[in-house]
């Protein structure tokens, strides 16, 4: 009790390990797992007070209060709703025991401290979240541009001035248009499931 007690008051308590595949079940994260929804771990940093699951589909973190308290709140994240930002990887100096991962989902900031001995295998995990990060960016853009284009095609009709009839029968068409063309761009730029990216650039 006295070293886990030395432990936290250290800070080391706060350094994680990454969790192995063959030991996924052994994780208070993998309760939350949605298997029903084809949901798969692909990351997991465990620490003595929290776990950090990356899954295909969602950012999961089993928040402890301490390395000395049983009690956890679990967060969800999912990637349709929560965008990754800012990720960066910072390296170990000469005395340090850990590295970094730092990155923002919404308007929530984490960093994560991970043995240096597993530095090599967290790049990993900077490379698909840093390539999330640029694709769920450029998908907004689109996703605002395709948005634009259809407001735009709203006000030339409204300028156009046709007669009553005509107007409300174009609309109508248009607003059939603008609801299946929006529903395919949201299909092609609000992606759900980064499974493809982890299994690129995870190699555990």
């Given at each position: 009790?006295?070293?886990?007690?030395?432990?936290?008051?250290?800070?080391?308590?706060?350094?994680?390990?990454?969790?192995?595949?063959?030991?996924?079940d052994k994780t208070d994260a993998d309760d939350y797992i949605r298997h029903e929804d084809n949901e798969k771990i692909y990351f997991l940093i465990k620490t003595k007070a929290d776990e950090y699951c990356f899954t295909n589909l969602a950012f999961i973190h089993?928040?402890?209060?301490?390395a000395v308290s049983s009690k956890r709140t679990l967060k969800r994240y999912a990637y349709s709703q929560y965008k990754f930002a800012d990720v960066a990887l910072e390296t170990a100096g000469k005395v340090d025991l850990d590295v970094e991962i730092k990155f923002?989902?919404?308007n929530q900031a984490f960093s994560i401290d991970v043995d240096k001995k597993q530095l090599d295998q967290l790049k990993d995990l900077y490379k698909a979240l840093g390539y999330i990060a640029e694709v769920t960016?450029?998908?907004s853009i689109q996703m605002d541009m395709a948005t634009q284009s259809l407001d735009r095609a709203v006000q030339v009709l409204h300028n156009a001035r046709p007669s009553d009839v005509q107007l409300a029968d174009q609309y109508k068409?248009?607003?059939?248009?603008?609801?299946?063309?929006?529903?395919?761009?949201?299909?092609?730029?609000?992606?759900?499931?980064?499974?493809?990216?982890?299994?690129?650039?995870?190699?555990?």
């Open positions: 009790m006295l070293k886990k007690l030395a432990s936290d008051a250290l800070g080391l308590s706060d350094i994680g390990k990454i969790i192995g595949p063959a030991d996924y089993v928040d402890g209060d301490t923002t989902l919404g960016h450029e998908n068409q248009l607003t059939e248009f603008g609801f299946d063309w929006m529903q395919q761009a949201r299909a092609k730029y609000h992606e759900k499931d980064f499974g493809a990216v982890f299994e690129k650039y995870i190699n555990n």
